[in-house]
Structures are given as C-alpha cells and as structure tokens.
C-alpha cells in the first residue's frame, strides 16, 4: 500500500511540474509574440526582448525607436520601458561622429537591455548605448566625442560594453 501511495504522490508531483513548466513556456510565449507598441512610441518602434520576469509572468523589455531629424543635424531616439514609460530620449549622433546617420542607415540590432547603459562624461550619469546592424554605436549628441575619445583611451571598457551587450543565449 506505501509502495502504491508514493507512485501517486511521484505522479502527481511530476505532473504538477510538467504543467508549472507549459504554462511559463506558454506565457513566455505569449507576452513575447503580443507585446503592442505603446502609444507614446512611434509605430515602427523595434522591441528589445529582455529575460523572462515569472514572478509577474510578463517579458522585461525595452522599445527603441530612432530617426533622423531633419531640425537639427542629430538622430532623435526614444528607449522606453515594456509599459511605454520612457526611460531616455533625446538628440543621439554615431560615436566619434558630428553627422547623424540617415534613416537607412539606423537599423537597431538586439542587446542586453541590462548593460546598454555607461556613465556619459558630459552628464555624469548612466546613458544608453544603442547598437546598429552595421556595428555603429548610437549615443547621446553630447556624449560622441568624449566617448570616442575615453574608449580611444581605455579601449578594454568599450570590449566589456560590447561583451556585455551581446545577447545572452537561453
């Protein structure tokens, strides 16, 4: 009878996890694949896929968008959460560049949304990094000179950005 008992409860135990193990892969699924643009972002926005939260069963993320803009000789890119709340945005020029990129030319790449971001030499806080298909980097306007020049400088820092970029693979 004890033998019988512990077939159940191996049983059901390894049922419970089969199906804890579907319904995250399920909803994983899901909130990757159906994730809208938020309104406050432009409708070609790129959505950068972070890890899975469990915990609040919803992908982590971030939406970037990036456009030439033809006011003034910079890119404009807006980076927002998941939700639409946005994180930074502003004027963006190629590192080590004082002319912006076209718009065919500005073809975000995936990254690591959690080491995308430096300490800017102008400001003194954190600063996104976004990179290109064709291996440019995109920074703030008032950060592309200076960074240029302390990555000239210390050129390890700017091999960890990368590494730390790069998407992990799951």
Same mark, same amino acid.
């Given at each position: 009878?004890?033998? @019988?008992?512990? @077939?159940?409860?191996?049983?059901?135990? +390894?049922? !419970?996890?089969? +199906?804890?193990?579907?319904?995250?892969?399920?909803?994983?699924?899901?909130?990757?694949?159906?994730?809208?643009?938020? #309104?406050?972002?432009?409708?070609?926005? !790129?959505?950068?896929?972070?890890?899975?939260?469990?915990?609040?069963?919803?992908? @982590?993320?971030?939406?970037?968008?990036?456009?030439?803009? #033809?006011?003034?000789?910079?890119?404009?890119?807006?980076?927002?959460?998941?939700?639409?709340?946005? *994180?930074?945005?502003?004027?963006? +020029?190629?590192?080590?560049?004082?002319?912006?990129?076209?718009?065919?030319? *500005?073809?975000?790449?995936?990254?690591?949304?959690?080491?995308?971001? #430096?300490?800017? =030499? !102008?400001?003194?806080?954190?600063?996104?990094?976004? =990179? +290109?298909?064709?291996?440019?980097?995109?920074? =703030?306007? !008032?950060?592309?000179?200076?960074?240029?020049?302390?990555?000239?400088?210390?050129? /390890?820092?700017?091999?960890?950005? /990368?590494?730390?970029?790069?998407? =992990?693979?799951?």
């Amino acid at each position: 009878m004890q033998t @019988r008992t512990r @077939r159940i409860t191996w049983g059901f135990t +390894l049922f !419970t996890v089969i +199906l804890a193990c579907g319904f995250a892969y399920l909803s994983h699924y899901l909130a990757v694949d159906h994730t809208g643009v938020p #309104v406050n972002m432009p409708s070609d926005s !790129t959505f950068i896929p972070g890890k899975f939260d469990y915990l609040k069963l919803h992908t @982590r993320g971030e939406w970037v968008s990036c456009h030439s803009d #033809v006011k003034s000789p910079t890119d404009w890119c807006r980076i927002a959460n998941q939700s639409g709340d946005v *994180i930074f945005e502003g004027k963006f +020029l190629p590192v080590g560049m004082d002319k912006p990129l076209v718009d065919s030319q *500005i073809h975000i790449t995936s990254y690591n949304i959690d080491h995308h971001m #430096v300490t800017g =030499p !102008t400001e003194s806080f954190e600063v996104p990094v976004i =990179p +290109l298909e064709d291996g440019e980097l995109l920074v =703030p306007a !008032t950060d592309a000179r200076p960074l240029a020049l302390r990555w000239k400088q210390h050129p /390890n820092e700017l091999v960890s950005l /990368n590494e730390g970029m790069a998407v =992990p693979i799951n």
